[in-house]
């Protein structure tokens, strides 16, 4: 499917068919979150598939009920990993130098890069994590849209909550709920503000 039928077709699915998704269509999903951008080729996204009813009914009465969580055949809690940022920037920053992206002082921008970072230190790259999780979940609604599967973002939710359920630990931080499945639906495109009101200025 071409990327801008997909762009175009795209909506937010809150009703699902109780039909199965097969676990080569979540392999798809999958990859194509795998093959997202990230910022220093980080990859924190990390994604707990959930295929059973009584933990899917749990998420969704952590999520304000949001009914159509638990009709989905498959609820993805897509996380961000903030350990990658302990271990990996390292060898990640390395492989950018080594391809001529950066010159060797990029480094300097990372001071601690061989300090150990507690729980605490590690917060501070919540933003650029939850950043790089979101491309991937995009990713994974626009394949969505080419496999005939509908999905929509959630975050909306007590996100401690659904940790919990999922016994997650510290260091995974839920950036979002998708729920995917056959639409039972077919929503009108929602509203768009124009181009005009996007650009905020040009300079030439
Ligand atoms: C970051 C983000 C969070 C969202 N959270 C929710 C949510 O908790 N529940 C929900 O039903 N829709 C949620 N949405 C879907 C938006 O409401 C939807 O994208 C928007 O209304 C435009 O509709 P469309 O996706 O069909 O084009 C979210 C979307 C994004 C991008």
Redesign the pocket.
């Known amino acids: 499917m071409d990327i801008k039928m997909a762009m175009m077709e795209?909506?937010?699915?809150?009703k699902f068919k109780a039909d199965p998704i097969t676990d080569d269509m979540v392999q798809e999903l999958l990859e194509a979150a795998r093959l997202a951008p990230s910022g220093t080729n980080h990859q924190p996204w990390r994604f707990i598939v959930v295929k059973n009813q009584e933990v899917k009914e749990r998420i969704q009465a952590a999520?304000?009920n949001?009914r159509?969580l638990s009709e989905a055949p498959i609820l993805l809690v897509c996380c961000a990993d903030l350990s990658t940022y302990a271990y990996n920037t390292k060898k990640r920053l390395q492989e950018l130098i080594d391809a001529g992206v950066f010159g060797p002082e990029a480094f300097n921008s990372y001071p601690d890069i061989d300090k150990p970072k507690d729980a605490n230190t590690l917060k501070a790259f919540i933003p650029h994590a939850m950043l790089n999780v979101?491309l991937a979940m995009e990713h994974i609604a626009l394949r969505a849209v080419s496999l005939g599967l509908g999905t929509?973002?959630?975050?909306?939710?007590k996100a401690k909550q659904v940790a919990q359920i999922l016994e997650l630990p510290e260091h995974l931080v839920i950036t979002?709920?998708m729920p995917v499945g056959f639409p039972d639906q077919n929503?009108a495109?929602?509203p768009?503000v124009s181009i005009q009101d996007i650009v905020f200025k040009v300079v030439e």
Do not use: N
């Open positions: 795209r909506r937010s699915i809150r999520a304000f949001q159509f979101g929509c973002w959630v975050q909306l939710m979002g709920l929503p495109p929602r768009r």
